[in-house]
């Protein structure tokens, strides 16, 4: 997967994805919709109280604004995946860096979903692998270099059939992609 891009595929229940961050320091956005039923998607919410943690790590699953499990973390070498930050978007680079008209996972969400007759009001708070979002005791957040190192990789088992959406983080200006995106590779097994 092209360093920047958007990717996008249907997998079918039991199907394994597995995501390797290649060079290291490399976010990857991701969100799920129900194959059956894309109204039905990932929901941040339900996913942090029923995993009882903010962080997406082996062993969490992913649920559905319907509290149904769409994928679960089988594999993890980075150990811990951010649940709050969801992704950048343009507006946001202006707001935070001054910057306008930047590459950015919000445009390509939109891009990929669009395949799959879903809108931009289906960008949702969405799972960001591999970035490294510290929360300390006063509840404020920042967005620290990645964890990850060269080869590091998440792995999940859908738990129903989904459309598995990523972004390969374009953003440069904060280091959730060490502020030089780079390819990650994405494999799926049958």
């Known amino acids: 997967m092209p360093a920047e891009r958007p990717w996008s595929a249907r997998l ?11 060079h290291g320091a490399q976010a990857v956005d991701f969100l799920c919709f129900s194959a059956e039923m ?6 941040a919410a339900n996913t942090i109280k029923l995993a009882r943690t903010i962080y997406v790590g082996k062993g969490v699953t992913l649920y559905s604004e ?13 150990g811990s995946h951010d649940t709050l930050a969801g992704c950048c978007s343009s507006q946001i680079n202006a707001v935070r860096y001054g910057v306008e008209n930047t590459p950015s996972c919000r445009d390509n969400f ?11 009001g289906d960008v949702v708070a969405n799972v960001n692998f591999f970035m490294n979002v510290p929360v300390d005791g006063e509840g404020a957040i920042g967005i620290a270099p990645c964890l990850s190192g060269p080869g590091d990789y998440v792995e999940l088992h859908c738990d129903m059939p989904v459309i598995a959406v990523l972004s390969n983080c374009p953003q440069r200006h904060n280091p959730c992609s060490g502020c030089e995106p780079t390819p990650v590779e994405v494999v799926i097994s049958r």
């Open 38 to 43: 894309p109204v039905e998607r990932y929901n």
């Open 110 to 120: 939109i891009s990929e979903m669009a395949r799959w007759c879903l809108g931009p």
């Open 66 to 78: 319907l509290a149904r499990p769409m994928m679960t973390v089988t594999a993890d070498t980075c």
């Open 12 to 22: 079918d229940k039991g199907d394994r994805l597995k995501i390797t961050d290649l």
